[in-house]
């Protein structure tokens, strides 16, 4: 059975987003997080609202679920997919600290 990853790095979704692949950005912060700075496109959904909310989240398509580091869109990951079986999901590792790093050095950091 092959690995396959759940994850994917800042400069690869820049990639796929400059290649105008069809991804749908659920962001799992705060809203003050997010107002503060967030990937154009996403989708505000905090982490406590998810189990809520689910149905928000496309099903078919790829999912990039982004927060601060990358530990709470991980959360979600596991929420989404051992609880309702989604299998369309991607964590931005590192979250919005490794686009910021690796990607966009202009992009707000906290």
């Given at each position: 059975m092959e690995s396959v990853s759940l994850?994917?790095?800042?400069?690869e979704l820049h990639h796929r987003l400059q290649a105008g692949d069809d991804l749908q950005l659920v962001d799992?912060?705060?809203?003050?997080?997010f107002d503060y700075c967030h990937?154009?496109?996403s989708m505000l959904?905090?982490?406590?609202?998810?189990?809520r909310r689910a149905d928000e989240i496309r099903a078919d398509g790829p999912v990039v679920l982004i927060c601060?580091?990358?530990?709470?869109?991980a959360q979600a990951l596991g929420?989404?997919?051992h609880r309702l079986g989604?299998?369309?999901?991607?964590?931005?590792?590192g979250g919005v600290a490794a686009?910021?790093?690796q990607v966009d050095p202009a992009f707000p950091r906290y």
């Amino acid at each position: 059975m092959e690995s396959v990853s759940l994850e994917i790095s800042a400069e690869e979704l820049h990639h796929r987003l400059q290649a105008g692949d069809d991804l749908q950005l659920v962001d799992v912060r705060q809203p003050e997080e997010f107002d503060y700075c967030h990937l154009p496109g996403s989708m505000l959904l905090p982490l406590d609202e998810v189990p809520r909310r689910a149905d928000e989240i496309r099903a078919d398509g790829p999912v990039v679920l982004i927060c601060h580091h990358g530990v709470r869109s991980a959360q979600a990951l596991g929420y989404l997919r051992h609880r309702l079986g989604r299998t369309n999901l991607l964590n931005l590792r590192g979250g919005v600290a490794a686009w910021a790093a690796q990607v966009d050095p202009a992009f707000p950091r906290y």
